[in-house]
Every structure is written in C-alpha cells, then in structure tokens.
C-alpha cells in the first residue's frame, strides 16, 4: 500500500513538472536554465560544465531558428540570459586559471630544483657522451 501510495505521488509530481515545463515558452527555458546554473554553478565539475555548455547551446540554437517568432521583450529575456551565463563561464574560467597559479606555484621549487641540477649536469659533463 505504501510503495502504491509513493509510486502514484511520484507520478504526480512528475506529471505536474511536465505540464509545467511544457506550458514555459523557449526563452522562459533558457532564462531558467541560466537561473539554474547560476545557483549550482559554485559546485559543477569540469563534466557539469561541459553537459552545462552542451544543453545551453542546444537552446540557443532552437531559439536562432524561431527567433523572429519571439517578441521584444523574450528577445531581451534571451539576451539577458545569454550574458548572465557568459559572465558564470568567465567566472569559471578565471577560478580555473587561478587554481592552475596555485598548482604550479606549489610545484614551481621542484621544477626549477631538477632543472637546475639538468643544467648542471649538462655543463657539468666533459663532452664525451
């Protein structure tokens, strides 16, 4: 009775999702979809972001083909949208860069240390390799 009981809650909960999302018109999608990001963005991985990057190029794709059917104001919603999820790449882009600084100053003395003893054993050696 219980599982009975989850399962029709479940479909409920499904089947109202679906009704609302379908009721959403393409630039509201892409809106939430930035909205969405935005919220979870702090916690993607590189794999989110690639799945995050593909899904949000698909909408803006359907969106150029219908986009003279949209009016000014979805247009702007888009547009709005669409700088909100740049500037979350840049975000990401620049914390990436930063932690790449870090990595490569923590690695930087055992870098520099084996290279300098290659250099001395380069200049060290008689010539006779």
């Given at each position: 009775m219980k599982k009975t009981f989850l399962g029709m809650l479940l479909l409920a909960v499904v089947g109202m999702s679906f009704t609302v999302s379908c009721g959403k018109s393409l630039p509201q999608k892409i809106d939430d979809f930035v909205d969405n990001a935005s919220l979870k963005s702090a916690n993607y991985t590189k794999e989110d972001w690639d799945k995050s990057k593909?899904?949000?190029?698909?909408?803006?794709?359907?969106?150029?083909?219908?986009?003279?059917?949209?009016?000014?104001?979805?247009?702007?919603?888009?547009?709005?949208?669409?700088?909100?999820?740049?500037?979350?790449?840049?975000?990401?882009?620049?914390?990436?860069?930063?932690?790449?600084?870090?990595?490569?100053?923590?690695?930087?003395?055992?870098?520099?240390?084996?290279?300098?003893n290659e250099l001395k054993d380069i200049f060290s050696s008689d010539g006779n390799d």
């Amino acid at each position: 009775m219980k599982k009975t009981f989850l399962g029709m809650l479940l479909l409920a909960v499904v089947g109202m999702s679906f009704t609302v999302s379908c009721g959403k018109s393409l630039p509201q999608k892409i809106d939430d979809f930035v909205d969405n990001a935005s919220l979870k963005s702090a916690n993607y991985t590189k794999e989110d972001w690639d799945k995050s990057k593909e899904r949000f190029e698909e909408l803006i794709e359907k969106y150029k083909a219908k986009e003279n059917s949209f009016t000014k104001e979805e247009k702007q919603m888009v547009s709005r949208a669409i700088g909100r999820y740049q500037a979350l790449l840049i975000k990401q882009g620049v914390k990436d860069a930063e932690d790449f600084i870090n990595d490569l100053r923590e690695s930087l003395p055992s870098l520099l240390e084996e290279f300098g003893n290659e250099l001395k054993d380069i200049f060290s050696s008689d010539g006779n390799d």
